[in-house]
């Protein structure tokens, strides 16, 4: 059969979802000509996969988990809550779809499975699964840093005949779980969302915990009509506000106290007021050395532990229920009633630490202590996250080497977006950039905005291709490694190390800097891009440059 033609653009993007939505809209406002692939049937990416009953967002929350780019697109869209579903958050990017007419240059329902550059041609060619064929100069993989579903492989789950869902792939039709036994592996944030609804309904629910979490109160409420108005008022301000703090949300600076500047009494109190108030902004009024010192994480540990021993009426259970790492070293969680669900007569825990799962069979799950006969399997089990989605692609660079094998003992990049050996290549919070730990659409934004500059610089000076040095990536890695080890996030087991993926490089790869890693990529653009080598545009990339 004779293949397709190559379409040519400018730019290619993998992934409509927050990142690549603003890849588009950007690159084409500069004048460049885009086509994004994905491969959902509309935009969305994370917020279109993750359908599973009570998915909010679980960060600081609306009305500033949005773009800043439009302030139009600021004082038209009204938040409902501050921690907005996950339809409502699906309803506003498909407002930006329709706003700033993105579909006409998204391919939907289209894999991209092979990229590979091209050194002659400087340029990226893709192929797809559904036979297009495209190239471009630039490479832009917006391709989610909570996008590939980690499945677990337990003996015999592939026998069970029942319903199974992974929360991040869940079905577009409703899933009923009335009269039904129902049981969820997984107690991350998915799980956690997801059990007291899944609880209300099912006949019975068994959740097979194999580490117990610290969760904090949501503290979801409506956002009234004089509060959106206020914060449409104050929007420069605000944006302002957004842009200089560490998480990309409009807070004050971070707290400059230590947990031991305060009594015991004075200590409580302040987590109390806290814990009343619910919400993400617990974390980022905590005192500074929470995440630093051993001594003061453990106040607030003990502090949690307490409120969960308060919450759950039997002691087995509570203690079953009780986390022993270090507080917010795994991704912190926002609950709605998650303790108390384990008070219904109806739910059953498994501490799969003292009773392991053994297999599946077509009717049931069988752990050390006995079978569990199921109708429905759910797994929150997570994802391969921050860099599975970039292995899965595995896009070929110079050479025609892989990404795997450039990334086998470490995920080598510069500034979090560049990697040596696969020029004019772009990753949208990918590793060593500060990714899931800032305000994502923003911190998409500001990545893009930065990208979208390089670009411009690389075609006014007729460079054809630019990569970073090894030197410069391996300065990176000590930079990003550096930060993280001066706290306790590394010492425990989460998806932030990568070590709920069986063989990948452990270590932690995002950079928590926050607002400092702006600053660091602006100072790069500033001094003429140390770090990179640039090489000139050679003739034949040039009968097909923009
Ligand atoms: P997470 O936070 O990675 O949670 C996954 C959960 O599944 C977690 O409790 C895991 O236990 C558990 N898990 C994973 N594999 C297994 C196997 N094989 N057996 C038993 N239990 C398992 O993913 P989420 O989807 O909840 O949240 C991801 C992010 O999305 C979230 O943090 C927000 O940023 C949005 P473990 O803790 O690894 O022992």
């Not at 949690?304 to 790492?325: F, G, N, Q, S, W």
């Not at 450039?406 to 040596?420: C, E, I, K, P, Q």
């Not at 000590?478 to 590394?490: M, Q, S, W």
Request: glycine residues 8%; charged residues 25%; aromatic residues 12%.
């Amino acid at each position: 059969m004779p293949s397709e033609p190559v379409e040519e653009y400018d730019a290619i993007v993998i992934g409509a979802g927050v990142s690549g939505m603003y890849a588009l809209h950007h690159l084409r406002e500069m004048g460049l000509a885009v086509r994004v692939y994905d491969g959902a049937t509309d935009v969305g990416g994370t917020w279109w996969y993750n359908r599973y009953p009570g998915a909010r967002v679980d960060g600081p929350g609306s009305p500033f988990y949005c773009y800043a780019f439009s302030d139009e697109l600021m004082k038209e869209w009204d938040w409902a809550e501050t921690q907005s579903e996950q339809s409502a958050v699906l309803d506003y990017l498909e407002h930006v779809a329709d706003r700033f007419d993105l579909r006409r240059d998204i391919q939907f329902e289209t894999w991209v499975e092979d990229a590979r550059y091209d050194e002659a041609e400087q340029r990226w060619t893709v192929e797809t699964s559904t036979g297009v064929r495209a190239s471009a100069r630039f490479l832009i993989c917006a391709v989610g840093a909570l996008s590939t579903a980690n499945m677990p492989e337990i003996p015999g789950i592939h026998d069970f005949a029942g319903e199974c869902y992974h929360t991040g792939r869940w079905p577009h039709e409703p899933v009923s779980f009335e009269g039904k036994r129902v049981a969820v592996i997984g107690t991350g944030s998915s799980g956690i969302q997801s059990i007291p609804e899944i609880a209300k309904q099912a006949a019975h629910l068994t959740v097979l915990q194999r580490t117990p979490q610290f969760a904090f109160p949501a503290g979801n409420r409506p956002i009234t009509p004089a509060e959106m108005a206020e914060a449409r008022a104050n929007w420069d301000a605000l944006r302002e506000k957004m842009y200089a703090h560490g998480s990309g949300f409009p807070f004050d600076p971070y707290p400059a106290r230590s947990a031991f500047d305060d009594t015991p009494e004075e200590r409580r109190a302040h987590y109390e007021a806290l814990w009343q108030r619910g919400g993400f902004g617990f974390f980022l009024d905590l005192y500074s050395d929470i995440a630093i010192s051993e001594e003061a994480n453990a106040t607030l540990a003990d502090f949690v532990r307490e409120k969960i021993r308060e919450a759950v009426h039997d002691p087995e259970t509570a203690r079953k229920l009780m986390p022993d790492h270090f507080v917010i070293t795994k991704r912190p969680i926002l609950h709605d009633g998650y303790f108390e669900t384990f008070n219904r007569d109806n739910v059953a825990l498994v501490d799969l630490r003292e009773d392991p799962i053994e297999c599946f069979t077509k009717t049931s799950v069988i752990t050390a202590s006995g079978e569990h006969p199921i109708d429905m399997l759910v797994l929150a089990t997570g994802f391969d996250a921050i860099s599975g989605t970039m292995l899965r692609l595995d896009p070929k660079g110079r050479g025609g080497v892989p990404l795997h094998e450039r990334w086998a003992d470490r995920f080598h990049n510069y500034l979090g977006m560049t990697v040596s050996g696969f020029p004019n290549l772009f990753m949208i919070h990918g590793p060593g950039s500060p990714g899931v730990f800032y305000n994502m659409p923003l911190g998409a934004e500001r990545q893009l905005n930065w990208i979208g500059d390089f670009m411009h610089v690389l075609s006014e000076r007729g460079f054809g291709a630019v990569e970073p040095t090894p030197d410069a990536e391996d300065a990176w890695f000590d930079e990003v490694v550096g930060i993280a080890n001066a706290t306790l996030f590394p010492r425990t087991d989460s998806w932030w190390t990568g070590a709920n993926i069986e063989g990948k490089p452990r270590y932690f790869s995002a950079y928590l800097g926050g607002s400092i890693y702006y600053q660091r990529i602006a100072d790069v653009a500033g001094q003429d891009y140390p770090g990179f080598r640039f090489e000139p545009l050679q003739a034949s990339g040039d009968a097909k440059a923009s």
